[in-house]
């Protein structure tokens, strides 16, 4: 009787062990080779899923670099990119962008994006008037927006920034920025805004809330709050998808990143850490 039990103990564990097998080899049967370009706005996003992703498969290797939203369907097309990392679809025009041909844009995110300024400045709220003012240069001083007595100095991204796109249409109801100036300054990436915006004193940038930090303030525009339920409620305008470009429709690796980055555990989960919303909550 004792015989028996140990055997069928040692059966069943033979069974469960037999079950289990077959899902970790298939998961680690997946490999290639992923390379993402594109928008920094979605690097924190990228980085986090490739981490998580990179454990359940380690035969996959994903390397991920950010130079502006326009640069990542241009890899693609290039054929120097998987995966094309961009703050709009990319595969129709928008203002200042024809659309890239041949290419499948994914929806991985909803990105809500902010007006910043250095932690000094006294000012919590501005009217779209008031950014349009600020950001194209007719407006100089904090004072005339009800701020202190001093110059206002506007940091912009660079040309080609998918944040810059969005931040145009929406916050600033398509307005132009100005170009140059003593109190103007460009960056290239979200990184460098964030920078620029916590070290340079009277300082007004623009960025996505994964950016934001304690050394600066992210401003209400029309006395309404950059937050995720502001955003889901349709109270705050300034947000856009973020998507990732596929010279088609994808395979394999390239297939399972996306789809990972799409469940609903990653959703619900890293991405909405990140302060990111789940692209589900604007259904």
């Known amino acids: 009787m004792k015989w028996f039990k140990s055997l069928a103990f040692t059966t069943l564990a033979l069974a469960v062990m037999a079950t289990a097998v077959p899902v970790a080899s298939a998961a680690s049967k997946l490999s290639g080779k992923i390379v993402i370009n594109g928008s920094s706005a979605l690097l924190p996003l990228t980085l986090q899923a490739a981490k998580e992703f990179k454990k359940l498969n380690p035969k ?33 025009d928008v203002p200042g962008f024809k659309k890239f041909d ?14 910043v300024v250095n932690k000094g400045v006294g000012v919590d709220n501005l009217t779209t008037k008031q950014l349009q003012d600020i950001f194209s240069g007719k407006v100089k001083n904090w004072k005339e927006v009800g701020g202190n ?7 912009n991204r660079a040309f080609g920034s998918g944040t810059r796109v969005n931040f145009q249409m929406k916050a600033l109801d398509g307005s132009d920025f100005m170009s140059k100036g003593d109190n103007y300054k460009e960056v ?12 340079t004193p009277n300082a ?9 930090t304690s ?3 992210a401003l209400k525009i029309n006395d309404v709050a950059p937050t995720e339920a502001n955003v889901i409620n349709g109270k ?9 470009m596929t010279k088609g ?15 609903k555990t990653f959703q619900n989960g890293s991405l909405k850490k990140l302060k990111f919303i789940p692209i589900s909550a604007m259904k």
């Open 236 to 244: 705050y305008k300034v947000w856009g998808y973020g998507y990732y």
């Open 249 to 263: 429709q994808p395979t394999g690796a390239t297939k399972a990143f996306i789809e990972y980055i799409q469940s």
């Open 60 to 92: 996959v290797k994903i390397s991920a670099s950010a130079a502006g939203s326009i640069t990542g369907p241009q890899s693609v097309r290039k054929g120097i990119a998987d995966i094309g990392a961009v703050d709009w679809d990319a595969s129709t």
């Open 204 to 212: 007004i940038g623009y960025m996505d809330l994964v950016y934001v």
């Open 102 to 115: 041949g290419q499948v844009a994914h929806k991985v995110a909803v990105i809500p994006f902010a007006a």
């Open 188 to 199: 290239k990436s979200s990184g460098d805004m964030k920078t620029a915006v916590e070290t």
């Open 149 to 155: 007595d001093a110059s206002i100095v506007v940091v």
């Open 215 to 217: 050394k600066m303030k």
